[in-house]
């Protein structure tokens, strides 16, 4: 018996296998949507630190992976005989399907989704927290946009899957391609044929929808985009950048306000990490317009004493004030899964980081006004023309839309610094801003600070530039082992200090 190729060909004009493709595009296509969309929720719920939500969500995705595709739907497709009420819906194959569907995808989507989540930087919560962005509030804008990116090549594939299994719902007998195949072949007996048509559908299909989804990929990944053209409205810059910072206001008034010029004051801070006591009784005050730089050899508790300042580390016991009357964190005496950060605080105190932490799916441009934006600190118009006069005061207004990935690590960081001027700040926090720059580019960032420094922006510096923390501050602490060892001037810290861990600290740094 020879190879009917007329009738395998005719088949491509069938009616019934186009409207059984359709079906098919239906259910994959809806199935994908709806898993896609509720599994994000279980991949957070998996991920959260409470145990009523997370153990029911592990249990589910267990269960559901368990649990073979072909079961699923015979149980769905015959609940209204245990469950009559259900008859209304389930009786309908293509409604049991796409329940089915959407149960078993669900759980194998959701475990897409937290290696999306997990991949995403925690420094990029970090900087949202920085922001005074709340919990959703940075899923929304940062977490999700990144590992969906990251996503959805592994998506990409599911989707696939689904319109494979789409194919075993003819067991419960709705119309779809393999169905309406095995129609014909039971009633010709060509089967090789009919069977070559069935792959051909859904070969088209997969290609079409794979080709559209790798479409996708290329226009959420960055690294494709090109930046628009250069800033050129200068009245609109000079509008921006002519009035004077608050900063510089405050700063003004210093001389006037002595004692009552307290910004920020941390008084007994202790705090651990298992049985490691990182901050042991740490208190520092930091008045309006001075420049303190925190120096002392590494793990000394230098950067677990900034992240403190601004709710990033929550400290075992210990106060801190803002504006020497604003009790930081809540409930101080309260055990400290209760000392949560206030946001409104938060928004007063910017922070620079170690690695950056820039938005990688967001130009320069955008990454500075997204903390104004999400505060609703005036119209989009006005934040990005304030945005522009920040970044033209760090040398970056050339490169406003460029993305991070287009800047160098100097560049970068001045865009870090940007965005923290951006929520107008009372006080400035730097972890280590040059530790991971090139030598070469230190200088840059450097400069930009200095110029803070003499505008009267108040800052405190973790830094290992001892040389420019002797010239930019008004006031150095030296840390080790977690304690305040010695504070004072940059003369008295460096020339007239007798304290011996001080001395064989910067004997030991000017050696080197």
């Excluded at 475990?111 to 999306?116: A, L, P």
């Excluded at 060509?190 to 290329?218: C, H, P, Q, S």
């Excluded at 107008?424 to 926090?429: A, C, E, Q, R």
Aim: proline residues 5%; aromatic residues 10%.
């Amino acid at each position: 018996m020879s190879f009917d190729w007329e009738y395998a060909l005719s088949l491509l004009w069938y009616a019934p296998l186009w409207e059984a493709s359709l079906v098919v595009v239906a259910l994959s296509v809806l199935s994908w949507l709806i898993a896609t969309f509720l599994s994000f929720f279980l991949a957070l719920a998996k991920l959260s630190s409470y145990p009523l939500l997370k153990l029911p969500v592990s249990a589910y995705v267990w269960f559901f992976r368990s649990l073979p595709l072909l079961v699923l739907l015979i149980f769905i497709y015959n609940l209204p005989q245990v469950i009559p009420w259900t008859g209304n819906y389930l009786s309908d194959p293509f409604t049991a399907g796409l329940v089915a569907l959407i149960l078993s995808e669900t759980a194998y989507i959701a475990e897409i989704h937290r290696g999306g989540l997990l991949s995403v930087p925690p420094g990029q919560r970090e900087a949202g927290q920085a922001l005074g962005i709340s919990y959703f509030g940075i899923q929304k804008l940062i977490v999700i946009p990144q590992s969906i990116r990251i996503a959805l090549p592994t998506l990409a594939n599911q989707f696939i899957t689904i319109v494979k299994l789409t194919s075993l719902v003819s067991v419960i007998s709705l119309a779809e391609i393999l169905l309406v195949g095995q129609r014909l072949y039971t009633q010709n007996f060509k089967v090789l044929e009919t069977m070559l048509a069935v792959a051909f559908f859904y070969v088209f299909i997969v290609t079409f929808f794979d080709n559209l989804l790798k479409w996708g990929e290329r226009n959420l990944d960055v690294t494709h985009r090109k930046s628009r053209k250069n800033y050129t409205d200068k009245t609109q810059l000079e509008k921006s950048v002519s009035s004077k910072p608050d900063y510089q206001e405050s700063a003004s008034h210093e001389a006037d306000e002595g004692q009552s010029g307290v910004v920020i004051e941390a008084t007994g801070i202790n705090k651990s990490f298992s049985e490691l006591q990182v901050l042991k009784d740490v208190s520092i005050s930091v008045k309006k317009g001075e420049a303190v730089s925190i120096i002392g050899p590494s793990g000394s508790g230098k950067t677990t004493l900034i992240r403190t300042l601004n709710g990033l580390a929550v400290p075992d016991t210990g106060i801190i004030k803002l504006d020497g009357e604003n009790i930081f964190f809540s409930h101080p005496d309260q055990p400290r899964s209760r000392r949560l950060p206030r946001q409104n605080e938060i928004k007063k105190i910017g922070m620079v980081f170690q690695q950056f932490n820039l938005f990688p799916h967001k130009n320069v441009l955008q990454n500075i006004t997204l903390g104004p934006r999400y505060h609703r600190r005036g119209s989009k118009a006005q934040l990005e023309t304030e945005a522009m006069g920040f970044l033209d005061k760090v040398g970056m207004l050339e490169h406003a839309y460029k993305y991070p990935h287009q800047l160098s690590g100097g560049q970068q960081q001045r865009v870090a610094i940007a965005r923290a001027l951006a929520m107008h700040p009372k006080v400035m926090l730097f972890d280590e801003p040059t530790s991971a720059l090139d030598p070469e580019l230190v200088g840059e960032v450097l400069k930009t600070i200095e110029v803070l420094a003499r505008e009267g922006m108040t800052l405190i510096i973790v830094t290992h530039e001892m040389q420019f923390a002797r010239r930019i501050s008004d006031k150095i602490y030296f840390m080790d082992e977690g304690s305040v060892v010695h504070s004072g001037s940059p003369q008295d810290m460096f020339d007239n200090c007798d304290e011996p861990r001080v001395r064989q600290f910067l004997k030991e740094f000017n050696g080197s």
